[in-house]
């Protein structure tokens, strides 16, 4: 479930837009106004006030924002008020350049968003950039890693619940064959990843579990060589089955400073407070004993944490 | 009645591609019982004598060639009405389930549509077949075509008018070697099939300008032991010839049943390009020397002839 908060009144796009351009105006910036409106309103109202503000102004928002905020700030508001499928696209193509390299992210979008929005993401990116996504990650990876972007940014799944039961005891016996050889790229391993559909890999990583007595990320873990591939492996398999599991991993390193995605906590509230922020808010609660908007107030502070805060439903509407 | 005359044009009727409706209408059709009686006594190859048993049967090719030619022009309408989506994904599917020497299909489809009708064609699979067609055809193909076939299907390429030309001379060198090494074949090898699934068709177009330079020879002249890849890079680079060429083989007088099939499947899934089918015609008439629009006329009959007369004028 969404966590994001709309007034039951929401005023017309060009009262935000005017109330918006005021607060870029004069000495300063009214970063409280720029949340009170924009951290409130959904992406269609988002969009609409995007239009109404270029018609009015003759600038986009976009534009007017960057000139105005700054840092992680900035960074947040840039991202949210972004469309969905546009800030996907933004977010993929910063991934597979040299210094904001990032897999995590292709994984995220390419298993936790639906069929259909990824290829809203594929159409925003060609837009945008020029080229598809499946090239840029084509060409900007290699060896195992490309093995397995490549085919999860391509596929385009089945989003039914039908389940094959025979084809999940099949496939979970290839899967735990692979898994015992260390065969972890195997060519069929990755085939039953990348392209069966998200219930049929429900039931058969159940399968697995149940045959087997583990979960197959149990066994990858122990795995001793845990690379980069296995990682990213691992988490492939976690956003196609507990996607709040994943998020709320990458919002808990991030918020503890661990491991190298220091995007992470913005990136996450942004792209899943429309989604299902309310199941990755119970997720970490009950994994880190503590309320995700009282972690996230300890670890940020100013109109960063005014953001992040109100985008998960907290603060006034 | 002159039978003898009647017999030949009747002949005539039931023989090659389509059926002459009207000619057997007024032939067969009008003629009495004692005239057929005739005419399959004189028809050694549709019809055996059973002297035993004083009469004279059907020969089994010749019930199933009527019944495939009768149904030429039901399956070509059938075809026609379907959305162009169910289409490409009912030939998809039917290629997979024929096996290895089908898989030709699955790389006209992937590489001839638009990448909205290719993607469109996966969202009928979706809901023809309750799986992606992906998964079906990487579940199904075994051995060296299918990271080929996977890729292709899967790609939604750029198809815009921006394209960085050095890139694409870096890739025909990387093609250029691919070819030009021995060890695993061509059509297995990663940068191979990263370029061909992933780069949008004006990219390639560049990387074959290049590639010729660079080795000299036709990119397009079978780099590879492999037939699919071949057709993928025809496909991908010179639709119109590639389609030509299948016309002419179903054409051909010593095509087998499967090849003829193609005839209604280019006519049926290209006439509502008429670019296309324009090049494709101009195409024809440059190798052939002579207008499809002839050959059909000739080669063809019936109710089937003028059906994809009809469609071939539609980019008159």
Avoid at chain 2, 121 to 150: C, N, T, W
Avoid at chain 2, 178 to 185: F, L, N, R, T
Avoid at chain 2, 188 to 202: A, G, P, Y
Wanted: proline residues 2%; charged residues 30%; hydrophobic residues 35%.
């Amino acid at each position: 479930m969404a966590s994001l908060k709309v007034p039951s009144n929401v005023p017309l796009p060009e009262d935000d837009a005017e109330q918006l351009h005021k607060a870029f105006s004069g000495w300063g910036t009214n970063e409280k106004l720029i949340i009170s409106i924009l951290a409130h309103r959904n992406a269609a109202q988002r969009s609409l006030i995007r239009s109404v503000y270029a018609a009015t102004y003759n600038e986009d928002l976009l534009k007017a924002l960057d000139t105005e905020l700054s840092s992680d700030f900035e960074r947040a508001v840039m991202l949210w008020t972004l469309d969905p499928p546009e800030r996907d696209a933004y977010l993929a193509k910063e991934s597979t350049k040299m210094f904001t390299k990032n897999n995590w992210v292709l994984v995220e979008i390419a298993c936790t968003r639906p069929a259909l929005e990824l290829i809203k993401v594929k159409q925003a990116y060609q837009a945008r950039y020029k080229k598809s996504i499946e090239e840029d990650v084509a060409q900007h990876t290699s060896g195992d890693l490309r093995k397995l972007l490549l085919p999860l940014v391509s596929t385009f799944r089945y989003e039914g619940d039908d389940v094959n039961m025979m084809l999940a005891r099949s496939e979970a016996k290839i899967l735990h064959e692979k898994v015992s050889e260390k065969s972890y790229s195997d060519d069929d391993f990755i085939r039953i990843l990348t392209t069966r559909s998200k219930a049929q890999l429900g039931a058969t990583l159940n399968h697995y579990n149940n045959e087997y007595g583990n979960a197959i990320n149990k066994n990858l873990k122990e795995e001793s060589d845990d690379n980069d591939y296995m990682k990213l492996l691992r988490a492939v398999i976690t956003c196609l089955t507990y996607p709040e599991k994943h998020f709320e991993k990458v919002l808990r390193l991030s918020i503890n400073k661990m491991g190298t995605d220091e995007w992470g906590l913005t990136r996450v509230v942004t792209t899943r407070t429309e989604v299902d922020m309310e199941r990755i808010k119970e997720e970490y609660q009950r994994r880190n004993s503590i309320p995700l908007d009282r972690a996230i107030a300890k670890d940020t502070s100013g109109d960063y944490e005014d953001m992040l805060v109100a985008l998960l439903g907290h603060g006034d509407a | 009645m002159a039978l003898p005359l009647e017999f030949e044009s009747l002949t005539e009727a039931i023989s090659g591609m389509g059926v002459d409706e009207n000619a057997l209408i007024s032939t067969l059709g009008k003629s009495q019982k004692e005239h057929r009686k005739l005419f399959r006594k004189a028809s050694k190859s549709f019809f055996v004598e059973d002297e035993e048993r004083a009469f004279e049967k059907c020969h089994d090719h010749f019930v199933r060639h009527l019944k495939l030619e009768f149904s030429r022009f039901n399956n070509a309408v059938v075809m026609w009405a379907m959305h162009p989506w169910e289409r490409d994904a009912r030939l998809v599917k039917k290629a997979l389930k024929k096996g290895e020497e089908a898989y030709n299909l699955i790389v006209e489809v992937s590489c001839t549509r638009s990448a909205e009708d290719l993607l469109g064609a996966r969202k009928a699979y979706h809901s023809l077949f309750d799986q992606s067609m992906e998964e079906d055809i990487a579940s199904h193909v075994h051995g060296p075509h299918r990271k080929l076939l996977v890729g292709l299907v899967s790609a939604y390429r750029y198809e815009g008018n921006k394209v960085k030309d050095d890139s694409a001379k870096s890739e025909a060198k990387i093609l250029a070697e691919a070819v030009a090494s021995s060890g695993e074949e061509v059509v297995e090898k990663d940068e191979v099939v990263r370029i061909l699934t992933t780069r949008s068709k004006l990219h390639l177009q560049h990387l074959y300008k290049h590639f010729n330079e660079i080795k000299g020879s036709d990119l397009l002249g079978g780099v590879s032991q492999s037939s699919l890849l071949n057709e993928a890079l025809l496909c991908l680079l010179k639709p119109a010839l590639y389609f030509s060429k299948i016309l002419d083989a179903s054409l051909n007088k010593d095509a087998d049943k499967t090849t003829k099939k193609w005839l209604t499947r280019v006519f049926v899934t290209r006439a509502d390009h008429s670019d296309e089918m324009n090049e494709i015609k101009e195409e024809y008439n440059n190798l052939f020397g002579e207008t499809l629009a002839q050959r059909i006329q000739e080669k063809i009959k019936g109710n089937y002839r003028d059906f994809l007369l009809t469609l071939l004028s539609k980019s008159d």
